[in-house]
């Protein structure tokens, strides 16, 4: 899919954050997950789809999902998950790591999104993985 150059500058931070967050929080380690009846190695799925009005970025993985249980009192409700995950500080870390925990990441992913007039979307299936879908107008 062929994007404007500055969008593509625009739009990688985002990304990376999204990724390195399903590296670090949603893909398990190979003992959990061949436990979980699952293959050793976790799965990264990206997909963009492009029409002549909309754009969207699509960051997916088969990793153990958003354990809504332990952060909302809520659950079942994408929207009031998503909400409280972007919030500025929020991390589910009790530790800082090099990429992780520092309480930085989805809140800049959103305020970019929101930036260019775009949407974030959430797909959380707990213990299946968990997708983060943006959609722009073009």
Same mark, same amino acid.
């Given at each position: 899919?062929?994007? =404007?150059?500055? +969008?593509?500058?625009? &739009?990688?931070?985002?990304?990376? =954050? #999204?990724?390195?967050?399903?590296?670090?929080?949603?893909?398990?380690?190979p003992?959990?997950?061949?436990?979980a /009846?699952?293959? %050793?190695? /976790?799965?990264?799925?990206?997909?963009?789809?492009?029409? %002549? !009005?909309?754009? !969207? @970025?699509? #960051?997916?993985?088969? *990793?153990?999902?958003?354990? %809504?249980?332990? &952060?909302?009192e809520?659950?079942?409700?994408?929207?009031?998950? $998503?909400?409280? &995950?972007?919030?500025?500080?929020?991390?589910?870390?009790?530790?800082? %790591?090099? +990429?992780?925990?520092? /309480?930085?990441? $989805?809140? $800049?992913?959103?305020?970019? #999104? $929101?930036?260019?007039?775009?949407?974030?979307?959430? @797909?959380? !299936?707990?213990? =299946? *993985?968990?997708? +983060? &879908?943006?959609? +722009?107008?073009?």
């Open positions: 899919t062929r994007i =404007q150059r500055d +969008f593509a500058d625009f &739009i990688a931070e985002p990304l990376l =954050q #999204i990724i390195r967050n399903a590296v670090v929080h949603g893909i398990e380690q003992s959990e997950r061949l436990a /009846g699952k293959n %050793e190695t /976790g799965r990264i799925n990206v997909k963009v789809e492009k029409t %002549e !009005s909309t754009l !969207s @970025i699509s #960051i997916g993985d088969d *990793g153990r999902g958003i354990d %809504e249980k332990n &952060i909302i809520e659950t079942g409700n994408a929207d009031v998950l $998503l909400n409280k &995950i972007v919030q500025p500080g929020f991390t589910t870390l009790t530790e800082s %790591e090099q +990429f992780a925990g520092r /309480g930085v990441g $989805l809140d $800049l992913v959103k305020t970019r #999104i $929101l930036r260019r007039h775009g949407v974030l979307k959430l @797909i959380n !299936s707990p213990g =299946q *993985g968990c997708e +983060f &879908i943006m959609h +722009f107008k073009s």
